[in-house]
């Protein structure tokens, strides 16, 4: 009943009046959210990170939707087990590609009502154009960046670079592929895609990269960034994200048996 739902509510805040303190302006710096972000209030803030958190938290809201993160269809470097470089999809990849389409139109109907990003790498943007919507390539989305590693294979990487290798199997989140980057560094990239995320009302479909979506995906659902580089990210599977006020319900939608219809 709407109008005992109100009441509740009503009541519910009444609950919180009796505690709730006001900050006072002599008390040190604030944020300040006015119904659920309306407005938004700051006092004496300085800095870099405090700044950061002013822009994050002007762009939360409340609305309803679904953030689907996505790898690239099979890719040729998938097959022969190269890593980076900017291959096409493979066969089994275009047909992904249709797979993932047909999941979105079923979910979505035809309208525009779902926003499609994907990186600047071939892989990706055409494992979107089945879907036959604008999408928007985003650098941030590439995938980590294997410098003078860029196009191996991890045995090849082993015989040749040894050290590297090891030095990788220490410690996946910090190593830095020479001339390339590391988990942590992608982390970074990817902030203006999170705050991006965060701000955007209808449902999103992220189509990236296995090391990229780890980093988005332990993002949602709270998980330690050093989890990042060991977190499962299949290939041709949807990872469904529903955010909501105090977490995100997860459902994964393997693809890949629609490949054989
Ligand atoms: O193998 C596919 C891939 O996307 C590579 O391009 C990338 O280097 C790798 O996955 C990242 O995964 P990991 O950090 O486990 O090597």
């Given at each position: 009943d709407p109008e005992a739902a109100a009441d509740d509510?009503?009541?519910?805040?009444?609950?919180?009046?009796?505690?709730?303190e006001q900050v006072g302006d002599d008390e040190g710096g604030y944020i300040r959210r006015v119904d659920a972000g309306a407005r938004v209030e700051v006092n004496q803030l300085q800095g870099y990170l405090p700044s950061r958190l002013v822009s994050f938290l002007m762009n939360l809201h409340l609305s309803e939707r679904l953030i689907w993160l996505t790898r690239h269809g099979e890719s040729i470097y998938n097959i022969s087990g190269r890593i980076g470089g900017d291959p096409d999809l493979a066969p089994r990849g275009e047909r992904f590609a249709r797979s993932l389409a047909a999941f979105v139109h079923q979910r979505t109907g035809h309208a525009n009502g779902i926003a499609v990003w994907t990186s600047s790498l071939k892989r990706t943007v055409r494992t979107a154009v089945a879907l036959e919507r604008p999408?928007?390539?985003?650098?941030?989305?590439?995938?980590?960046?294997?410098?003078?590693?860029?196009?191996?294979?991890?045995?090849?990487?082993?015989?040749?670079?040894?050290?590297?290798?090891?030095?990788?199997?220490?410690?996946?989140?910090?190593?830095?592929?020479?001339?390339?980057?590391?988990?942590?560094?992608?982390?970074?990239?990817?902030?203006?895609?999170?705050?991006?995320?965060?701000?955007?009302?209808?449902?999103?479909?992220?189509?990236?990269?296995?090391?990229?979506?780890?980093?988005?995906?332990?993002?949602?659902?709270?998980?330690?960034?050093?989890?990042?580089?060991?977190?499962?990210?299949?290939?041709?599977?949807?990872?469904?994200?529903?955010?909501?006020?105090?977490?995100?319900?997860?459902?994964?939608?393997?693809?890949?048996?629609?490949?054989?219809?």
């Open positions: 509510f009503r009541h519910r805040i009444k609950h919180y009046e009796k505690t709730y999408s928007l390539p985003w650098r941030a989305l590439d995938e980590i960046d294997a410098g003078v590693c860029d196009g191996m294979t991890y045995d090849e990487i082993h015989t040749a670079m040894p050290d590297e290798y090891a030095a990788r199997a220490r410690d996946k989140f910090r190593y830095r592929y020479p001339r390339g980057e590391s988990y942590q560094d992608v982390i970074q990239r990817l902030d203006p895609v999170i705050l991006e995320l965060e701000r955007q009302q209808c449902s999103v479909l992220v189509i990236a990269h296995q090391a990229v979506l780890r980093a988005l995906y332990a993002y949602f659902t709270e998980l330690p960034a050093e989890d990042c580089p060991f977190l499962p990210v299949p290939m041709h599977t949807v990872i469904e994200l529903r955010p909501h006020a105090y977490g995100c319900d997860e459902r994964r939608i393997p693809l890949a048996p629609l490949l054989e219809q």
